[in-house]
């Protein structure tokens, strides 16, 4: 299976992804609109430089890793209006993530609805030229961390805060680090459940 990722990144994008092994770090994808504040959380939760990605030539995200939260990390935008080709070269640099991290501005809540239509396509896919294209489509069973960014302003704490909405900033760094912890659990968890599967 990892194989098969790592030549299907290597096909469609300009760089090679590193091979996925035994001791590669668990991905979590760090997905939202544009100018959401993916970097900006990224930087916070990273112990090493970004790393930018690039395919067919255009910037595409960012990559990190933590070593001290055993995870590495992946930046991207959702809701682009590319070429299916571009856009499925993107998805496939974060369709083996064990995590997902939705990114909501609360300072834009005009682009809510495209959010939840780009979602939506992270589940379910999405019609192009009247078929329905899976590509980019989140793995099943793994856990979603949806982080409402109170960029530069007050973070609103009485949001309700059932499963995975955890309200943060990525001005101040308020509430990622119990956001990230909350998340690795959850990753554990599923690997510890993954395995018992196996035996």
Same mark, same amino acid.
């Given at each position: ?11 469609? %994008? ?17 997905? %939202?609109?544009?100018?959401? *504040?993916?970097?900006?959380?990224? &930087? ?8 930018? #990605?690039?395919?067919? *030539? ?20 959702? %809701? ?9 070269? @993107?998805?496939?640099? =974060? ?5 997902? #991290?939705?990114? /909501? ?8 609805? $495209?959010?939840? =239509? ?6 379910? %896919? ?6 329905? &294209?899976?590509? *980019? ?8 961390? @949806?982080?409402?960014?109170?960029? *530069?302003?007050?973070? /609103? ?10 309200? #943060? ?6 509430? #990622?680090? $119990? ?8 990753? =554990? @968890? ?10």
């Amino acid at each position: 299976m990892f194989d098969l990722i790592t030549r299907v990144r290597t096909f469609l %994008g300009d760089q090679i992804a590193p091979p996925a092994g035994p001791l590669s770090l668990p991905k979590v994808a760090i997905l %939202g609109l544009p100018d959401a *504040g993916k970097r900006a959380l990224l &930087q916070h939760v990273s112990d090493s430089p970004l790393t930018p #990605i690039t395919v067919h *030539g255009c910037h595409a995200g960012w990559t990190s890793s933590s070593p001290s939260r055993e995870l590495s990390f992946i930046a991207a935008d959702v %809701g682009l209006d590319a070429r299916l080709r571009w856009r499925a070269a @993107v998805a496939a640099r =974060y369709a083996d993530a064990d995590a997902l #991290i939705i990114v /909501v501005n609360s300072a834009h809540a005009i682009a809510l609805e $495209e959010l939840r =239509y780009q979602v939506g396509c992270l589940v379910h %896919g999405r019609m192009e030229s009247g078929e329905m &294209q899976t590509i *980019g489509c989140a793995g099943e069973g793994i856990p979603w961390l @949806v982080l409402v960014n109170f960029d *530069g302003g007050a973070v /609103v704490c009485d949001l309700p805060r059932w499963q995975a909405f955890r309200p #943060i900033s990525t001005a101040t760094g308020k509430g #990622i680090e $119990e956001s990230i912890s909350w998340l690795k659990e959850k990753i =554990y @968890v599923n690997a510890q459940r993954r395995l018992e599967d196996m035996n």
